[in-house]
């Protein structure tokens, strides 16, 4: 039987066709998809991509927007040295709204040890609303404000935007350790982010 194709997609591959979709979102003061070597392999579709030894490891691109609440600009580079969660999610989205608790119990839990949580905010186009869901569901971490997946470009590939909810879990040199294409339970997250907040930064 054929083994299954591996999906391999550069982010600059990756970038250059979502410009053509997203007119404008690579020129000019505003863009955020900067270099990277992050390449995502989902072999036989699987939900669960982990990036080990961390000499397999890729970098996404420069990934900074607006932040949800402030409107100030916020990038993965103001976690230097720090694990990253990166969620990316929508108030509209039910099974966003199942795991945000789980997601804010390893965030408190790991915040101590130099984990840093970054939300990315996507297909909501009244921000207000958005902003009513970070204050209903009481999380402490902030969030890019990225409804039309500007931002999203740093990541590559199609996989963040065809499913919501995804999670990347970047090491403390910001590569790419682990991809979480579904709904996440505390469980599931914890062990990765502690294997990898005890990783050395070198």
Known sequence: MRKPARIVVPVLIACAALVAALAGCSTGSDAVAQGGTFQFVSP?????????PAAKRGTIGKLSGPNLLTNKTISVNDF???VV????????????????????????????????FLGINVRDPEQDKAQDFVDTNHIEYPSIYDPEFRSLLALGGK??????????????????????????LASDLQPVVDRLAAESAQ
Do not use: M
């Open 44 to 52: 036989g579709g699987k939900t669960d991509i982990f990036y080990d």
């Open 159 to 184: 996989f963040p935007t065809s499913v919501i909810p995804t999670t990347l879990v970047l090491d403390r040199q910001h590569r790419v350790a682990a991809v979480f294409l579904r709904s996440l």
């Open 80 to 82: 230097p040295n720090q």
């Open 85 to 116: 969660v990166l969620n990316i999610w929508g108030q509209w989205c039910g099974p966003c709204r199942t795991e945000s608790p789980e997601l804010e119990k390893v965030y408190e839990q790991s915040k101590a040890r130099g984990v840093a």
